[in-house]
């Protein structure tokens, strides 16, 4: 034992351990990303051959030949490629370890890699045992796992799927595909590009960089490389909307159908929407990892007031006064012509913001779309865990979904007669079902994007009625209904009368929502009606089922166009306590929650929201406490279970609510008519866009 110990002193064995700490600390100091390498010879052999055979038997340690086996293998990779051992580094061992450590060293840097390197614990090897040190290295704390739900060894084969994703995304897609998508996303042309311009300027920067090696295992480390670094959901591009562009735009597909097909995966009934009921196993793990997150209090959610808002953009100096009366809701009032008549002034929110809000002392925002609609709501309990991608507790949502972005809005009508504007997805869908979509008298067309059972229904001039029990009176013709077993997530249902065949009279066409399938989420739908050449658009929502919607009423008269009755019957306002083309006081303007912080997250949108003196919702089922899309990475796991709980818990304090008004994005048409007081002039201005 004697000999041993001086053996051990003469060789210096104390610095060997020194040396393997500290080079290991100097190669990770920068956050350089470890990693595992497939070897095909027993390390330790390696080393311990090395070593002198008269001495060797005092260096078989148990505890140092598990570390060796564990994490001799660990390395970094270098921005050209190459493998660097992590572990054993000859230059800084004692002379008689230094054989020992550059076989190692060579074995290593010469493998292939097979996953990142994750760990549950900061010491990788045992520090102490027996009343002897050992060959051990301890990880900084950013380098260990910090998930609640995945082992370390659970992400380790995760990222051995990210790199098989991401390798069949750099073998499938062209490099000047990928730049042109990168383009046209960049180009703010796409609605809502912004959220992906990240995703698509990382992947090009991935594929320039490994088109220019030839040496496939230089190429191979690089993706590794890249797959370490990477945002959850990016090495898995080929199935995001990104990997639709460009995979669209490989395929041939002209940009004007790529941009539509882009925008009707975006439109927020659909985007990060949950299609599937949650099994009960779902359920059970869902419970324990909100459990263990902390998060139970974060779930309960509230309607914000004015005074929880930290930042405004600009204050009414008459909001929450603390006047006796102040809480009393007033009757908006219609718009009467000032004293001096100043001809309304269109100009951009932009324009508006630098020049005209700095001196408004007062603002009024005329009432017309109910997609607009919108609420802030922010956490129950306060100081509960956070959940969003921003740094505070505050969501919103629109009448209309996540942004209001359902072209006019939940329960609203648009009006054309540019064939340009027909729907292509409902053409498509009722051409696949086998029903006519052209050359028709009056043609009326459903579509959503679930398993609902929707029925279109028209109450005909003679009283009689067309629906899925009767889908023929006289030349009018149900000729598609989908739905009534659940069978499509992109159903579609088409009423028809052909060319020349259509009775003058009044026509009812309504909406029944008969088995709501949406798991709580509820259903968005698209009602597209064509008469005389002209194209009606109507959007709306049922949260629950057994709900009707009277869509479109019209008196036909052949070769006149018609005149709507009765369409704004059902829009929503009196839920939220206002009147259709009212002016109702501005009380704040604010942005969206996600650009209060100096970080700003504009992925998730741009918005500036108009709160209104007395607007708060009263409706049932259309408010969220949040969704997905707002959601940290962390909860992606339980994403499924978050989206039917926010679809069926209401928010608390709706009567309390203050913080409630008309939103608009930066990426849609505004047409904001605003009656601001400046400067002692009252005058009119139209908003028309952000920029």
């Not at 002379?95 to 074995?107: C, I, T």
């Not at 925002?365 to 802030?376: C, F, H, I, N, Q």
């Not at 002016?583 to 604010?590: D, E, H, R, S």
């Not at 039917?644 to 008309?662: F, M, N």
Request: aromatic fraction near 10%; glycine fraction near 6%; include cysteine.
């Amino acid at each position: 034992m004697v000999k041993a110990i001086i053996n051990l002193e003469n060789h210096h064995y104390d610095n060997f351990e020194k040396s393997i700490k500290d080079d290991f600390a100097e190669i990770i100091k920068n956050k350089k990303q470890l990693f595992k390498v497939r070897i095909s010879t027993d390390l330790w052999e390696a080393y311990i051959d090395a070593l002198d055979p008269n001495e060797r038997q005092q260096y078989k340690c148990s505890c140092c030949r598990s570390f060796i086996r564990k994490y001799g293998d660990l390395v970094i990779i270098d921005t050209d490629g190459r493998l660097k051992s992590a572990i054993r580094h000859p230059a800084s061992a004692p002379s008689y370890f230094k054989e020992a450590v550059g076989n190692l060293k060579l074995l290593v840097e010469a493998s292939r890699v097979t996953s990142v390197f994750h760990s549950d614990q900061r010491h990788l090897g045992k520090v102490m045992s027996g009343g002897r040190h050992h060959l051990a290295v301890a990880l900084p704390e950013s380098y260990i796992n910090q998930s609640v739900w995945k082992k370390a060894n659970q992400l380790m084969i995760e990222s051995q799927k990210d790199f098989e994703q991401l390798s069949a995304a750099l073998n499938t897609y062209r490099t000047e595909s990928v730049a042109t998508i990168k383009a046209l996303i960049l180009s703010d042309v796409l609605y809502r590009g912004g959220r992906f311009s990240d995703m698509i300027s990382w992947f090009n920067q991935v594929i320039l960089h490994v088109e220019n090696e030839t040496d496939l295992e230089v190429i191979r480390h690089l993706t590794w490389l890249y797959v370490s670094e990477a945002k959850s959901g990016y090495c898995d591009i080929k199935k995001s909307v990104v990997g639709a562009l460009i995979a669209d735009y490989e395929f041939g597909i002209p940009i004007e159908t790529i941009i539509q097909r882009y925008n009707e995966k975006l439109d927020p009934a659909n985007y990060m929407r949950i299609r599937k009921k949650p099994s009960e196993e779902e359920v059970i793990k869902a419970e324990e990892l909100v459990g263990k997150l902390g998060i139970t209090d974060s779930l309960k959610r509230r309607y914000a007031k004015l005074e929880d808002i930290p930042t405004f953009m600009w204050r009414s100096r008459y909001s929450d006064n603390g006047n006796v009366f102040s809480k009393i809701i007033t009757q908006s009032r219609p718009f009467e012509s000032p004293r001096l008549r100043v001809p309304i002034k269109t100009m951009t929110w932009k324009k508006f913001k630098e020049t005209v809000l700095p001196k408004a002392t007062n603002i009024e925002a005329k009432v017309e779309d109910t997609s607009r609609l919108m609420g802030l709501v922010t956490e129950s309990i306060s100081n509960s865990k956070p959940l969003f991608q921003w740094n505070n507790a505050f969501s919103w949502y629109y009448h209309g979904g996540v942004d209001g972005k359902i072209k006019k809005g939940s329960q609203s009508v648009k009006i054309s007669d540019d064939s340009s504007e027909k729907d292509r997805e409902i053409e498509r869908r009722i051409q696949v079902a086998g029903g006519k979509y052209d050359d028709n008298d009056i043609r009326c067309s459903l579509r959503w994007e679930n398993y609902t059972d929707l029925d279109l229904q028209c109450l005909t001039p003679k009283g009689k009625q067309i629906d899925f029990s009767r889908n023929k009176v006289g030349k009018g013709k149900m000729d598609v209904d989908m739905n009534l077993m659940g069978e499509s997530e992109m159903p579609v249902a088409n009423i028809r009368w052909p060319k020349n065949t259509a009775a003058n009279g009044s026509y009812c066409f309504t909406v029944v929502n008969y088995d709501d399938r949406s798991n709580g989420s509820g259903t968005f739908y698209k009602v597209e009606l064509e008469v005389e050449g002209y194209i009606y658009h109507y959007h709306g929502y049922f949260p629950f089922d057994d709900m009707h919607e009277h869509v479109f009423e019209f008196n036909y008269e052949k070769g006149r166009p018609i005149n709507l009755i009765g369409v704004y019957h059902n829009l929503g306002y009196s839920d939220w306590n206002l009147e259709i083309g009212n002016f109702k006081t501005v009380n704040a303007i604010v942005k969206s929650p996600n650009l209060w912080d100096g970080k700003d997250a504009e992925e998730s949108g741009n918005h500036t929201f108009f709160l209104l003196n007395g607007c708060h919702d009263k409706s049932k089922g259309k408010s969220r406490g949040f969704f997905n899309e707002m959601l940290r990475s962390d909860f992606k796991e339980i994403n499924k279970i978050l989206e039917a709980y926010t679809a069926s818990t209401p928010i608390q304090g709706a009567e309390d609510a203050t913080a409630c008004g008309l939103g608009f994005s930066k990426e849609s048409t505004w047409d904001l008519t605003l009656k601001v007081t400046a400067d002692g002039l009252e005058r009119l201005i139209l908003i028309d866009r952000f920029d």
